[in-house]
């Protein structure tokens, strides 16, 4: 109970709460990011992003993601190339 009083009114102090009069998420999520004490909360308070950017950041990992793994096999075909190679010429 105690900890989170102090995270509130830190939170409050060291954001917008002040100018508003009001603590939002996003002075929480700010606290949790910035002040090293809080720095465990991050994963738990994370910034508040729209849906359609979450949306396009997992498109961008699947293609990413999916580049990767073309290159991986191409890694792999240059590997079986060079070990026919090395039998052919024994």
Aim: charged share 40%.
């Amino acid at each position: 109970e105690l900890f989170v009083q102090y995270l509130a009114t830190y939170s409050y102090k060291h954001g917008r709460g002040k100018e508003k009069n009001a603590l939002t998420y996003s002075d929480l999520s700010h606290t949790a990011e910035e002040c090293e004490t809080f720095q465990f909360l991050a994963d738990i308070l994370p910034k508040k992003i729209l849906a359609s950017k979450y949306l396009k950041m997992l498109e961008k990992e699947k293609r990413d993601g999916e580049v990767r793994e073309d290159d991986d096999e191409g890694e792999e075909e240059e590997d079986e190339d060079e070990a026919v190679g090395d039998s052919v010429g024994s």
